[in-house]
C-alpha cells in the first residue's frame, strides 16, 4: 500500500484554468504539507497542516487554497492557473510532535503543466 | 532565501568510490535532515541528525553536523550505479511540533558502473 498517495501523476491544462490535486495519507500521521518542486529543482514549501488546522502559509498567492477534510487527507486547489505554476507539487505526511524530529514522506509528485 | 545551501551542485564518480556532499545553513536548527530523489520520484528520507549531535552513521552513510560553521556533510561509502540520486539537506527550524523544514537545491550524484 502506498504510504502518501496523490493524484493526478500529470496535469496539463491551460491558463486560466482551475485545478485541483488530491493527496491522502494511511500512516495515521498529524501533520501533512504541499511543496512546489520548480524547474531547477529547488523545493519550496508552501503549506501545513496539524490535524485539520492550517499550521503554516508561506508567501504563496491566494489562488492557492489548501482543504483538509480530514487528517488524513490535504487537497490543493490552483485557481486561475499560470504559466510560472508549471512545477512538480509534492505532498507530505509526518508524525509531527509525538516523534519529536518531524521526518518526512512524500508521495511521488504531481507534474502540473500549464500552457 | 534559502536556508540550506548545497556543494557540489553536482558530482560524477566511479562505482566504488566514496560521494561526500556538503551543505550550509544560515539560522539556528532544531536538527538536520538528508533525503535522497531518484529521477521523477518523490523525496525518501535517509539520515536525521540532531543540533546536539556531531556525527552519525546509518550502514554506507555519514552525516556530521558542525554547528558552529552551520554546516552538514554527507558521505557515502564505496557507492553503487543505484546510489545515482539527487541528494538535499533539510533544516529543521521553529518547534518540533510545528517547526518547518526548508530544503537546499541539492546535489545531483552519478555514480558510474
Known amino acids: 500500500d502506498t504510504a502518501v498517495s496523490q493524484t493526478p501523476k500529470y496535469l496539463v491544462t491551460q491558463m486560466g484554468n482551475d485545478k485541483s490535486i488530491k493527496c491522502e495519507q494511511n500512516?495515521?500521521?498529524?501533520?501533512m504539507y504541499w511543496y512546489k518542486q520548480d524547474s531547477k529543482k529547488f523545493l519550496k514549501i508552501m503549506f501545513s497542516?496539524?490535524?485539520?488546522?492550517?499550521?503554516i502559509n508561506e508567501t504563496v498567492p491566494n489562488r492557492f487554497s489548501p482543504k483538509s477534510p480530514d487528517k488524513a487527507h490535504l487537497n490543493l486547489h490552483i485557481n486561475s492557473l499560470e504559466l510560472g505554476d508549471s512545477a512538480v507539487y509534492f505532498c507530505?505526511?509526518?508524525?509531527?510532535?509525538?516523534?519529536?524530529?518531524?521526518?518526512?514522506?512524500f508521495g511521488a509528485g504531481s507534474r502540473l503543466t500549464v500552457l | 532565501s534559502q536556508q540550506g545551501e548545497e556543494d557540489p551542485q553536482a558530482l560524477s564518480i566511479q562505482e566504488g568510490e566514496n560521494a561526500t556532499m556538503n551543505c550550509s545553513y544560515k539560522?539556528?536548527?532544531?536538527?538536520l535532515q538528508w533525503y535522497r530523489q531518484n529521477s521523477g520520484r518523490g523525496l525518501v528520507h535517509l539520515i536525521l541528525?540532531?543540533?546536539?549531535?556531531r556525527e552519525k552513521h546509518s550502514g554506507r552513510l555519514r552525516v556530521t553536523l558542525d554547528t558552529s560553521k552551520k554546516s552538514s556533510s554527507l558521505l557515502i561509502t564505496a557507492s553503487r550505479a543505484a546510489d545515482t540520486a539527487s541528494y538535499f539537506c533539510?533544516?529543521?527550524?521553529?518547534?518540533?511540533?510545528?517547526?518547518?523544514?526548508?530544503f537546499g537545491q541539492g546535489t545531483i550524484l552519478t555514480v558510474h558502473p
Open positions: 507530505a505526511s509526518s508524525q509531527g510532535a509525538s516523534s519529536g524530529a518531524n521526518v518526512l514522506t
Open positions: 497542516y496539524n490535524n485539520k488546522e492550517l499550521i
Open positions: 541528525i540532531r543540533s546536539n549531535e
Open positions: 539560522t539556528s536548527i532544531n536538527n
Open positions: 500512516l495515521g500521521h498529524d501533520t
Open positions: 533539510a533544516t529543521m527550524t521553529g518547534g518540533t511540533s510545528y517547526g518547518k523544514l526548508t
